[in-house]
């Protein structure tokens, strides 16, 4: 591995504990089912991935919720459920952020929604009163940029907008998929597998 200036997170499955399989359940509880494929990883919708790169707004995805469902469910509902596979960003993991600040420069490249993004703000603001984006030189969201993992074309884009050497920048992530697409482009990566968490990295 080459020297490291530059690292590169994702966020679900990283820094942030999640689950999907409890939106699932919840999205079953009020009469939304079978919205994922086999793998139980992939949207059988389009609506879930145009949410995630800002194609639609809130509001049209909740709508299009509603119309999937047998039994009526309010917004709030809906909010709810889909908010369920997200869980907390450990104390921990956001001081091992803060220190590795000192030595790197860290980003954030996340595959998320509006949604999403307003609980985990909020609650790691209320939880440790800090901004989470400013743990990092920039965030990138992928409904902010209009670009999702595992295309190449986000990596392009963030490597032009914060003008960084692939060859001295480290990407973790928990998907095989998107850390094969960074190695495309000469980024160095590190695969979190299922059964380790982020902190064996570090310590």
Request: hydrophobic content about 35%; glycine content about 12%; charged content about 25%.
């Given at each position: 591995m080459l020297k490291i200036k530059n690292i590169v997170f994702d966020?679900?499955?990283v820094i942030m504990n999640l689950d999907v399989?409890?939106?699932?359940?919840?999205?079953?509880?009020?009469?939304i089912t079978n919205i994922v494929n086999n793998t139980g990883h992939h949207y059988k919708d389009a609506i879930f991935y145009d949410l995630e790169t800002g194609k639609v707004t809130e509001f049209e995805f909740i709508e299009k919720l509603k119309s999937l469902s047998?039994?009526?469910p309010s917004t709030n509902e809906i909010r709810k459920a889909w908010n369920a596979m997200i869980f907390d960003i450990p104390r921990s993991r956001i001081d091992i952020l803060?220190?590795?600040k000192k030595d790197y420069k860290i980003y954030l490249l996340s595959n998320t929604n509006s949604i999403h993004q307003k609980k985990f703000l909020t609650e790691v603001y209320d939880e440790s009163n800090l901004s989470f984006n400013e743990l990092f030189v920039k965030a990138?969201?992928?409904?902010e940029i209009?670009?999702?993992k595992p295309h190449e074309?986000?990596?392009?884009?963030?490597?032009?907008d914060s003008n960084l050497d692939p060859t001295e920048t480290l990407f973790i992530d928990d998907s095989i998929q998107n850390i094969n697409a960074a190695k495309n482009l000469d980024i160095q990566t590190f695969h979190i597998q299922e059964g380790h968490l982020f902190e064996d990295i570090f310590i």
């Open positions: 966020l679900g499955g399989s409890k939106t699932i359940k919840e999205f079953e509880s009020i009469g047998s039994l009526n803060l220190h590795l990138y969201y992928s409904h209009g670009l999702r074309e986000v990596f392009e884009f963030v490597i032009k």
